[in-house]
């Protein structure tokens, strides 16, 4: 576990070191348009997805940080294509926004908490 974080760690240093801009909304579902067929059969969008999906498991398991944020189980929740689908719909919303706020939205919406509340 501890190697996973360390790479978790080394991948955003590296990728964070370049002069690179978040993918917006518009920009996710302009690569959703060019996909023949279902969009969440994208790899890119899919890879795009999971690496924010182990982001996030690797943070909750460190941190307990998202527990608030989503409280049904992860198998169940971290549905990739359920995902893509979501930020998708809600990519017209504000095109320009980070699409991977849209993912936050997702789990706040999905997550399950507020049926714990």
């Given at each position: 576990m501890k190697?996973?974080?360390?790479?978790?760690?080394?991948?955003?240093?590296?990728?964070?070191s370049f002069n690179t801009a978040?993918?917006?909304?518009?920009?996710?579902n302009q690569i959703c348009q060019s996909t023949?067929?279902?969009?969440?059969?994208?790899?890119?969008?899919?890879?795009y997805v999971g690496g924010a999906l182990d982001l996030l498991a690797t943070l909750n398991?460190?941190?307990n940080y998202l527990d608030k944020l989503?409280?049904?189980q992860s198998k169940q929740l971290f549905d990739v294509a359920a995902?893509?689908?979501f930020i998708q719909t809600h990519s017209n919303e504000s095109q320009q926004q980070n699409a991977m706020l849209l993912m936050v939205r997702y789990f706040e919406q999905n997550g399950g908490c507020k049926d714990n509340e």
């Open positions: 190697r996973l974080f360390k790479v978790t760690i080394w991948l955003l240093v590296m990728f964070s978040a993918l917006t909304a518009e920009q996710f023949p067929g279902d969009c969440g059969n994208n790899g890119t969008l899919q890879a398991e460190q941190t989503y409280c049904k995902i893509i689908g």
